[in-house]
């Protein structure tokens, strides 16, 4: 302080200095508590993951960052088996991407109280971009499918003059998306008709690994029909009559095993054992009029309950049928025995004599992996 104090007193430009030196600078401020991430879900395409602020909150808001596994293990240097491996870049390496959620703009959603959560789905952020406010993003598209994403946040500086600092990063969290969809638009698998699987001589085609099979409703005896046995769904699969409501209680007249449909829903129980991929893939493309169910045109409100529904969904809506009497989308039950018919012949046969079973021409008009 030699020349800036003089007979005890300190002037003007020694109280300013000595104010400078007892403030902390910007970068001395005590941190914030780190935030916290977990992994909720994920697409093909998208990872949710849930941002919470620590204890003393993130009023500032915060940045969220990721990065792939496979380059977060090559570490900094990006050459694995080398001493930085498995630890992050440096902030502006182009293999980060980062996404800030300020909570200083106006009408913004992301100023957390303390322990205060929000979730982000990292993938699909250009729809945020522009209509939230503080939110900005060097990634704003989709992540890559069956890959693994690092991810790390911390929370900003608190607003204000001698307010707390940003704070040190999350530990890191670990997700992926979900697995890639097979190359093919259709499984690389066979379905097979009534007639395949009753054949007594090859009881084989039956596997017993998918048994039992309960029909209808199983909550009700008198409405549903249980397969135990190779023999028995032979048997059954043997049968026919008027598709309807099972019902196996009351006078012989008033007795029904579900005719048709019940056949034809036991028989893609037996496809979708074998064939579980098939059971995701989507119905699409009905439209009003359309014919291709038998029986009346379909309405237009029927051919909207019909499209997006899943070939699961549909065996489900067939033994409701059979368990209930009630039929989705204001179909009859011709209408239904006739779609879970089509479903049954959707990988039949070898159209192209290359040895694997083809899509018919219901599957490629009316079933895909996801509706335009």
């Known amino acids: 302080m030699k020349g800036l104090m003089s007979y005890g007193y300190c002037t003007v430009s020694c109280t300013m200095l000595l104010l400078a030196l007892a403030t902390p600078s910007f970068s001395q401020r005590a941190p914030l508590d780190a935030p916290t991430i977990a992994c909720l879900g994920s697409t093909e395409t998208t990872i949710t993951v849930r941002v919470c602020a620590g204890a003393s909150g993130a009023s500032g808001g915060f940045s969220l960052q990721w990065i792939k596994k496979s380059d977060w293990e090559a570490g900094p240097d990006g050459i694995a088996g080398t001493e930085d491996d498995y630890s992050w870049p440096l902030s502006d390496d ?13 009408g913004t959603l992301w100023n957390l109280g303390p322990n205060e959560c929000r979730d982000i789905t990292v993938g699909s952020l250009g729809d945020w971009v522009n209509n939230w406010p503080g939110f900005s993003t060097t990634c704003p598209g989709a992540l890559e499918c069956g890959t693994e994403y690092v991810f790390r946040a911390f929370a900003h500086n608190e607003p204000g003059k001698g307010r707390r600092g940003r704070s040190d990063f999350s530990a890191d969290a670990f997700c992926a998306t979900a697995a890639c969809p097979p190359t093919n638009e259709y499984p690389a698998c066979c379905t097979y008709s009534q007639g395949y699987y009753q054949n007594g001589n090859f009881p084989e085609r039956v596997p017993e690994s998918c048994l039992p099979i309960t029909l209808g409703n199983p909550a009700a005896p008198c409405r549903s029909l249980t397969f135990s046995t190779v023999a028995a769904v032979q048997n059954f699969l043997g049968g026919g009559g008027p ?10 007249r008033q007795r029904s095993d579900g005719g048709t449909l019940a056949r034809q829903t036991l028989t893609l129980v037996l496809n979708l054992c074998q064939c579980p991929e098939l059971a995701d893939m989507v ?11 038998g029986g009346s045109a379909l309405t237009a409100e029927q051919a909207a309950c ?3 529904k899943t070939i699961r969904e549909i065996l489900e ?3 409701t049928a059979l368990g209930t009497g009630n039929v989705l989308c204001g179909l009859s039950f011709g209408q239904l025995n006739q779609l879970v018919e089509h479903l049954n012949f959707v990988l039949h046969d070898d159209l192209d004599g290359d040895g694997d079973c083809d899509p018919s021409a219901f599957a490629l008009a009316h079933l895909k992996r996801s509706c335009p």
């Open 94 to 106: 182009p293999r980060i991407c980062k996404a800030s959620f300020s909570g200083q703009a106006n």
């Open 243 to 252: 598709s309807r409501q099972i019902q196996q209680c009351g006078p012989d």
């Open 283 to 293: 119905l699409c493309g009905f439209a009003e009029g359309n014919t291709a169910l």
């Open 306 to 308: 019909l499209n997006g």
């Open 317 to 319: 809506a067939a033994n």
